[in-house]
């Protein structure tokens, strides 16, 4: 389990006229540069109009604090900034924060926390889990993207493992506005306490987003496998050729989606479901 380490500070922002009071979870490796730090090591937060630079000493104490213009803003400095998705994403009982590291930008539509304050976990770009706050947290990362997720109490060790071979099945963009993979990333946290193989049956589907699918509803309405009339439903909601991620995008909720996260690899080893060559 890997040991985090908490910055806490109050500045007054002279632009916004307030104080705001900021947390900051970092891991070992970049508490240790901090201290080392022989001069200032400055952080960034997005204030809308302007972004507030709080400068600390290797101490963790604040010795400067300034807003500045985002046109004034000066070369190399990265400061995250939220996205917020243009398609709606369910609600999930798990708090999951979706981050793009090298865009430095997150979606914290399922976040019930402040998410500046765990953004730094996912810096290293590496698989990890940390306890913050007597609450173990899981940052699963693959290229410049990362999920960070508050561990659910009832999920198995061996969920980690699964979430992230899920995670590296991705070959889309930018997870914070990929509303396929949120859709799917999100339903299979939700039914990973029921179901802990859910994430190798949603892989199938997670390397297909992209391509083009044909579905033949009639063999499938046909076929002596009860896949059931929900998804008999969503199938037939959509064209006999369609993109797998409007396929997900046309589920019903999580049920609907997560009884095609099941149902996917089988449809496909049948022949119910083709990709289409390009």
């Known amino acids: ?31 240790g540069l901090l201290q080392e730090a022989e001069g200032i090591t400055s952080f960034f937060f997005d204030h809308g109009s302007h972004f507030l630079e709080v400068s600390l000493n290797g101490k ?5 604090v300034k807003a500045v213009p985002w046109v004034q803003a000066p070369e190399g400095v990265s400061v995250w900034r939220r996205n917020s998705p243009y398609f709606p ?29 765990f953004l730094p976990l996912a810096e290293s770009g590496r698989n ?32 980690f493992n699964r979430l992230s071979a899920l995670m590296k099945e991705f070959r889309g963009g930018d997870v914070t506005m990929d509303p396929a993979f949120q859709r799917i990333f999100l339903s299979v946290l939700e039914a990973s306490a029921d179901d802990a193989y859910i994430a190798l049956d949603a892989a199938r589907l997670m390397s ?3 391509k083009t699918v044909a ?26 050729e369609t993109l797998v991620d409007f396929l997900v995008l ?23 479901i083709k990709i289409i060559e390009e």
């Open 208 to 210: 297909d987003l992209g």
């Open 1 to 31: 389990m890997g040991e985090t380490f908490q910055l806490s500070f109050t500045v007054f922002c002279p632009e916004c006229k307030e104080d705001y009071n900021y947390r900051v979870f970092i891991d070992r490796e970049k508490y």
């Open 128 to 159: 990890a889990k940390y306890l913050v706050d007597g609450k173990e947290y899981w940052v699963l990362a693959h290229g410049s993207n990362a999920v960070i997720i508050k561990r659910c109490e009832l999920w198995k060790d061996d969920v």
């Open 60 to 64: 963790g104490n604040v010795m400067e």
């Open 89 to 117: 994403v369910p609600n999930s009982s798990v708090d999951t924060l979706f981050v793009n590291r090298r865009k430095r930008v997150y979606c914290d539509v399922n976040w019930r926390d402040d998410a500046l304050s």
């Open 250 to 272: 046309s589920a019903n909720g999580m049920r609907e989606l997560i009884k095609l996260l099941k149902s996917y690899r089988l449809l496909k080893n049948l022949n119910l």
């Open 215 to 240: 579905i033949n509803l009639d063999l499938i309405t046909l076929s002596p496998v009860p896949f059931g009339g929900e998804l008999v439903e969503l199938l037939s909601s959509v064209e006999y």
